[in-house]
């Protein structure tokens, strides 16, 4: 039986890493398409920022983003005055810094499936009188849909892991903040709570264990679908 403080940790883990799993989505395909696919002046350095935090420490994030999307921030402060939008130190802002350092996987697992498209078929509808959205529709995105899900689910895994961008942001404030991570940190600062933090460790390699060979199921029976469309279509 899990203790009520390892629920809190576990629930709130989920809630924040499904949020920045879909908020990060739809960026994720966007840049994708235009690393994969884009011809434009400086697209360096948009794959040098978007892969940014891959390589900058997850602290260098949270304390721009604190910076940034804080009360007092360039975007926090708009946020705040016309919304009454709060994102430092809340479970959204949690879900803003996981979703910023899962961005960059997410990008890759899909501009590699993007990569991977053999052109001829595109070229092919649209010999055929297919307009752009249909191609898009119709053979691009089925065609990558292995690569979304495997980008969705390693999203979620490195969200679920997110701990020096989080802290940074948003704190580590009970029942708001304290995900899984913030949690095994807690119990792994506090005297004799050593056999409580093995429990949460064990918990979070289980979690993201079970995250992995899900993608690795989902993502097997979409190539096996993909592959019964194009037998069919022959």
């Known amino acids: 039986m899990l203790s009520a403080f390892e629920v809190e940790a576990l629930l ?11 908020g990060a989505l739809p960026f994720a395909v966007l840049f994708a398409f235009l690393l994969a696919r884009g011809r434009f002046p400086l697209k360096w350095l948009l794959d040098g920022i978007v892969h ?9 994030v949270g304390y721009l983003l604190l910076i940034g999307l804080g009360p007092n921030g360039p975007l926090g402060a708009p946020l705040k005055d ?4 709060t994102l430092a130190f809340t479970w959204q802002g949690a879900a803003v810094a996981a979703a910023v350092m899962a961005l960059p996987l997410m990008v890759r697992a899909i501009r590699l499936s993007l990569e991977q ?22 053979i691009t995105l ?19 892991g997110e701990f020096g961008a989080t802290i940074t942001f948003v704190a580590n404030i009970p029942g708001e903040t304290r995900t899984l ?14 056999f ?5 460790a064990l918990i979070s390699v289980i979690v993201a264990v079970a995250a992995l060979v899900a993608s690795e199921a989902v993502a ?9 469309q194009e037998a069919r279509s022959q």
């Open 142 to 160: 089925p065609l990558i849909a292995p690569g979304v899900v495997v980008a969705i689910v390693l999203g979620f895994a490195r969200a679920l």
């Open 117 to 138: 498209i053999d052109f001829k078929l595109e070229d092919a509808a649209t010999t055929l009188g297919a307009g752009r959205l249909d191609v898009l529709t119709s």
């Open 52 to 60: 940014a935090p891959l390589v900058v420490p997850p602290v260098v």
């Open 196 to 200: 409580e933090a093995g429990r949460l």
């Open 181 to 194: 991570p913030i949690a095994l940190y807690t119990l792994a600062q506090t005297p004799g709570a050593e």
């Open 220 to 228: 097997r029976r979409t190539r096996r679908a993909i592959g019964l």
């Open 12 to 22: 709130l883990s989920l809630k924040v890493s499904a949020a920045a799993t879909l």
């Open 82 to 85: 016309w919304f009454g939008w």
